[in-house]
């Protein structure tokens, strides 16, 4: 899994949730238990991690709960929208999201 704007805090254990367009769901529902490859932007590192858990969650949700926000590394709610948006150019609070949760192994 890429992990473009956040692999760093992957490694230092920061990141524990990554939020994904809602089909990603229909892919990872089943993966509790499955380990996986954290990769930076250039793909040159590398961290095994394991899901935990996939839920599904809004946007809103995501960025008006510390419990989430924070797993995703960020301080803020907001700070969590700046780089959703600059990833997939759109906003909805009601939109629909793939949560994982993992851990670093």
């Not at 920061?14 to 990603?24: A, C, D, F, H, S």
């Not at 499955?34 to 040159?44: K, L, N, T, V, Y």
Request: glycine share 4%; charged share 35%; with cysteine.
């Amino acid at each position: 899994m890429l992990f473009r704007e956040t692999f760093d805090l992957v490694i230092r254990d920061r990141k524990t949730q990554t939020t994904r367009p809602l089909e990603w769901y229909l892919w990872y529902k089943d993966k509790v238990g499955m380990e996986f490859w954290a990769e930076s932007g250039d793909r040159m590192r590398k961290a095994r991690c394991m899901i935990n858990e996939v839920a599904i969650a809004t946007l809103g949700e995501i960025a008006s709960n510390p419990e989430h926000y924070v797993r995703e590394g960020f301080e803020s709610g907001e700070e969590f929208k700046r780089i959703w948006f600059r990833l997939h150019r759109q906003w909805k609070d009601d939109e629909r999201v793939c949560v994982i949760r993992f851990v670093r192994l």
